[in-house]
């Protein structure tokens, strides 16, 4: 018996280290192991009533297209009964510097467009300094965060509210700083 309750907690302790907590310098692959629900429950402040991992659009389309079942997909989402709606991180397939600066330009540059086109208001589009290495908002709703060597990723609230900016700033501290934090150590 106390063979079992030793085993039970060392692979508890083990489960733990693997955990989200540790992404060692590196976004993963899945989404949903950025944050537990848990996590995300403490850093918004807001009650997680579940999370699951979903498919952009694009990647929806990509497969229907091309005749193949779904993949897992790039988003994990964390539906809270809040204003806010769900909440999703995206780790994008393609996490290179290179794709979030040429996405930044196109979202800056189409912000423009729109001013000068049908004179709506340029601050849809916003930078945002403090968080990683780069960050941007747009539609008020989604924030893209660059992590120097480990990509980037999206936050991104259901609906837009007023307080997105802070939520989802907030969420992407947490996020990079896990992403800074040392690897756990090996016994």
Do not use: K
Request: some cysteine; hydrophobic content about 40%; aromatic content about 4%.
């Amino acid at each position: 018996m106390a063979l079992r309750a030793g085993l039970a907690i060392a692979l508890v302790v083990a489960c733990a280290r693997m955990g989200p907590s540790h992404m060692q310098g590196r976004l993963p692959d899945n989404p949903c192991d950025v944050l537990t629900p848990a996590q995300m429950s403490i850093t918004s402040g807001l009650e997680v009533t579940s999370s699951s991992r979903a498919e952009t659009i694009a990647e929806l389309v990509q497969a229907r297209r091309g005749g193949r079942a779904s993949s897992a997909g790039t988003i994990c989402r964390y539906d809270t009964s809040s204003p806010f709606g769900s909440i999703a991180i995206e780790v994008p397939a393609d996490r290179r510097a290179e794709t979030f600066a040429s996405s930044r330009a196109e979202a800056f540059a189409t912000a423009m467009r729109r001013y000068r086109d049908r004179h709506e208001f340029p601050r849809s589009t916003a930078a945002i300094a403090g968080v990683g290495t780069d960050a941007w908002l747009v539609g008020g709703a989604s924030l893209h965060v660059l992590v120097r060597d480990a990509g980037y990723f999206t936050v991104t609230t259901q609906n837009a509210r007023p307080e997105s900016r802070d939520l989802l700033t907030r969420i992407a501290r947490r996020i990079v700083a896990e992403l800074a934090s040392p690897a756990p150590a090996h016994d």
